[in-house]
């Protein structure tokens, strides 16, 4: 018993950042109809960024919110110079752009700090002030830390004008055009938006799995499989599709042993594919003609 | 001087020209009609005024010209626009389809008195003000669509056909409405309609196009009493 809930504890908490990415994805689809593949990869980046500001002898929070900081601007960046010229380019087009993309932040961050494996810190006390042993340090900090922003993102999107606006833009450009909003501009909040979610998760992880160019794949595929299974329409659904991944995996593990838990996660993926298309919370649009 | 001011006006869709320099003037306070058959351009013209296809030739709005401006730039000029399908939020709440209108305003006063006088107009909006508004019938919808525009208070409402799709009973009214909003608050309106009796009871003059020209053009009386018009459009 105790060991089921130390795997669920420990899944919620990797499951917080697929739930990262999850998001990320899910937001840049929701605007723009493409998967951005390269979502690990700059969250990668980010992580890194902060692993030299706090080599470099910064402290940890501080490091932490400049990373988050430089992510935004660098995803509204790579938004208003490489996507907004691309806007109307078919599939193919940004699939390529996509992998570019991966690759630049892939082999930079392994030009710039090389591909050995580092240690990242744990912003987290070594001991928690109670007594457990169904979790760790760092998982129940991670996990705060990212449900305190997916929190803060909420309130973003349901509760400020700009939050409205940017739902807007993705959802219906040409009116939002007509009534005053700059659609290309909240693309690129978007963008950096993403960016900096993909960050918060690229550093909370990081302590895990290691800090090094390819961390990032794993995780960006269950990142992946969670927004497809909450459905790509629905970024709530896709956060609590990043949850779920993060459970069934290790409850398969337990269940199958660890050889098979990749195997039997993805079964349990196109089962409920199977059954609903659309994923768990994809919301078929209620619209009349 | 007119408030819009068309000059050979010309649109394209990619090679497509659907408008062959068409002009035309609104004076300030006045009702303009376009008729036209499916596919004359009356939907063109009006997204032409807003930057939404490419164009040729110039708009000038109040004595200053906006063409080739952004259509969300036109906008802040008082240029509302209720397009052709109502273009409705369809994920969001009727009364968040109303603030989206009021976008580019700050006076948060002035927009929460529009909003009261949106749902004067309109009692069905406020009945259902926290429903998504896709879930809303199309005349509904329409009512939101025409909402909207006015959340911007707008100088200039350019309507794409506002009766469609319309219950007989719920045009008439929304037609009061439309004079209303011209005679008390002095909104100058550029009318698209396939109802051409009813756009020529409201408007002061009309323009009539085919493919992509304006063929005939004169005060409402002028056109209701022409053959041509009142045989192909008014059907007696
Ligand atoms: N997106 C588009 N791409 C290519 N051609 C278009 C496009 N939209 C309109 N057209 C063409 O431009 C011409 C004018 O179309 P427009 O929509 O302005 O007509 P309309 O007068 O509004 O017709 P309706 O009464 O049916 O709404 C038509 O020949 C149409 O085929
Ligand atoms: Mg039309």
Same mark, same amino acid.
Not at chain 1, 187 to 205: F, K
Not at chain 1, 258 to 271: D, F, G, N, P, R
Not at chain 2, 46 to 57: E, P, Q
């Given at each position: 018993?105790?060991?089921?809930?130390?795997?669920?504890?420990?899944?919620?908490?990797?499951?917080?950042?697929?739930?990262?990415?999850?998001?990320?994805?899910?937001? !840049?689809?929701?605007?723009?109809?493409?998967?951005?593949?390269?979502?690990?990869?700059?969250?990668?980046?980010?992580?890194?960024?902060?692993?030299?500001?706090?080599?470099?002898?910064?402290?940890?929070?501080?490091?932490?919110?400049?990373?988050?900081?430089?992510?935004?601007?660098?995803?509204?960046?790579?938004?208003?110079?490489?996507?907004?010229?691309?806007?109307?380019?078919?599939?193919?087009?940004?699939?390529?752009? +996509?992998?570019?993309?991966?690759?630049?932040?892939?082999?930079?961050?392994?030009?710039?700090?090389?591909?050995?494996?580092?240690?990242?810190?744990?912003?987290?006390?070594?001991?928690?002030?109670?007594?457990?042993?169904?979790?760790?340090?760092?998982?129940?900090?991670?996990?705060?830390?990212?449900?305190?922003?997916?929190?803060?993102?909420?309130?973003?999107?349901?509760?400020?004008? !700009?939050?409205?606006?940017?739902?807007?833009?993705?959802?219906?450009?040409?009116?939002?055009?007509?009534?005053?909003?700059?659609?290309?501009?909240?693309?690129?909040?978007?963008?950096?938006?993403?960016?900096?979610? $993909?960050?918060?998760? $690229?550093?909370?992880?990081?302590?895990?799995?290691?800090?090094?160019?390819?961390?990032?794949?794993?995780?960006?595929?269950?990142?992946?499989?969670?927004?497809?299974?909450?459905?790509?329409?629905?970024?709530?659904?896709?956060?609590?599709?990043?949850?779920?991944?993060?459970?069934?995996?290790?409850?398969?593990?337990?269940?199958?042993?660890?050889?098979?838990?990749?195997?039997?996660?993805?079964?349990?993926?196109?089962?409920?594919?199977? +059954?609903?298309?659309?994923?768990?919370?994809?919301?078929?649009?209620?619209?009349?003609? | 001087?007119?408030?819009?001011? &068309?000059?050979?006006?010309?649109?394209?869709?990619?090679?497509?020209?659907?408008?062959?320099?068409?002009?035309?003037?609104?004076?300030?306070?006045?009702?303009?009609?376009?008729?036209?058959?499916?596919?004359?351009?009356?939907?063109?013209?009006?997204?032409?005024?807003?930057?939404?296809?490419?164009?040729?030739?110039?708009?000038?709005?109040?004595?200053?010209?906006?063409?080739?401006?952004?259509?969300?730039?036109?906008?802040? *000029?008082?240029?509302?626009?209720?397009?052709?399908?109502?273009?409705?939020?369809?994920?969001? /709440?009727?009364?968040?389809?109303?603030? #989206?209108?009021?976008? /580019?305003?700050?006076?948060?006063?002035?927009?929460?008195?529009?909003?009261?006088?949106?749902?004067? *107009?309109?009692?069905?909006?406020?009945?259902?003000?926290?429903?998504?508004?896709?879930?809303?019938?199309?005349?509904?919808?329409?009512?939101?669509?025409?909402?909207?525009? #006015?959340?911007?208070?707008?100088?200039?409402?350019?309507?794409?056909?506002? /009766?469609?799709? #319309?219950?007989?009973?719920?045009?008439?009214?929304?037609?009061?409405?439309?004079?209303?909003?011209?005679?008390?608050?002095?909104?100058?309106?550029?009318?698209?309609?396939?109802?051409?009796?009813?756009?020529?009871?409201?408007?002061?003059?009309?323009?009539?196009?085919?493919?992509?020209?304006? &063929?005939?053009?004169?005060?409402?009386?002028?056109?209701?009493?022409?053959?041509?018009?009142?045989?192909? *459009?008014?059907? *007696?």
């Amino acid at each position: 018993m105790e060991e089921l809930i130390q795997q669920v504890l420990g899944g919620i908490a990797t499951g917080a950042i697929y739930a990262c990415i999850a998001l990320s994805v899910v937001m !840049i689809y929701q605007a723009i109809d493409h998967f951005n593949f390269a979502q690990g990869e700059m969250a990668m980046f980010s992580a890194f960024i902060t692993w030299q500001m706090i080599d470099w002898g910064a402290n940890y929070w501080v490091a932490f919110f400049i990373c988050i900081a430089v992510s935004f601007i660098g995803g509204v960046a790579i938004e208003r110079i490489v996507f907004a010229p691309l806007h109307n380019a078919p599939v193919f087009t940004h699939i390529v752009v +996509f992998i570019a993309l991966f690759q630049i932040f892939n082999a930079g961050a392994g030009f710039i700090w090389e591909f050995t494996i580092k240690e990242f810190p744990s912003p987290f006390p070594e001991r928690l002030p109670f007594d457990t042993t169904l979790i760790g340090p760092h998982e129940l900090g991670m996990t705060v830390v990212t449900l305190i922003m997916l929190g803060l993102i909420f309130l973003f999107f349901r509760f400020t004008p !700009i939050g409205l606006a940017m739902r807007a833009a993705a959802a219906a450009p040409d009116s939002a055009r007509l009534v005053g909003i700059s659609v290309g501009w909240m693309l690129a909040l978007g963008w950096g938006l993403a960016a900096a979610i $993909g960050a918060v998760g $690229g550093m909370m992880i990081a302590p895990v799995v290691y800090l090094e160019p390819n961390m990032m794949l794993g995780i960006l595929l269950y990142g992946f499989a969670g927004a497809v299974v909450g459905g790509l329409t629905s970024p709530g659904g896709a956060v609590l599709g990043g949850f779920l991944m993060g459970v069934i995996e290790p409850l398969a593990g337990m269940a199958i042993g660890s050889e098979l838990k990749l195997t039997v996660a993805l079964v349990v993926i196109v089962t409920i594919l199977i +059954f609903k298309p659309s994923g768990l919370f994809g919301r078929v649009v209620v619209q009349r003609v | 001087m007119a408030l819009l001011d &068309v000059n050979n006006l010309e649109a394209f869709y990619g090679p497509i020209q659907a408008l062959h320099g068409i002009s035309f003037s609104l004076e300030q306070g006045g009702i303009t009609t376009i008729l036209g058959a499916n596919g004359a351009g009356k939907t063109t013209t009006l997204r032409a005024i807003c930057g939404m296809v490419k164009t040729g030739g110039d708009v000038k709005f109040d004595g200053e010209s906006i063409a080739g401006k952004k259509t969300e730039s036109i906008v802040r *000029y008082g240029v509302a626009h209720v397009p052709e399908g109502r273009g409705t939020f369809v994920r969001v /709440s009727t009364e968040d389809n109303l603030r #989206l209108g009021a976008y /580019s305003r700050r006076d948060a006063a002035g927009i929460a008195e529009d909003m009261e006088r949106v749902y004067g *107009y309109f009692p069905r909006l406020k009945e259902r003000r926290e429903q998504q508004a896709g879930t809303l019938s199309g005349g509904e919808q329409q009512m939101l669509a025409v909402g909207r525009a #006015l959340m911007l208070r707008p100088r200039l409402m350019l309507l794409d056909e506002p /009766s469609f799709g #319309l219950a007989p009973l719920i045009v008439r009214e929304l037609f009061e409405i439309l004079r209303v909003i011209n005679k008390e608050e002095g909104v100058s309106m550029l009318l698209v309609e396939q109802n051409a009796t009813l756009a020529l009871n409201l408007a002061d003059n009309a323009y009539l196009l085919e493919t992509g020209r304006v &063929v005939i053009s004169g005060t409402s009386d002028e056109i209701s009493a022409d053959e041509t018009i009142r045989q192909s *459009y008014l059907g *007696y």
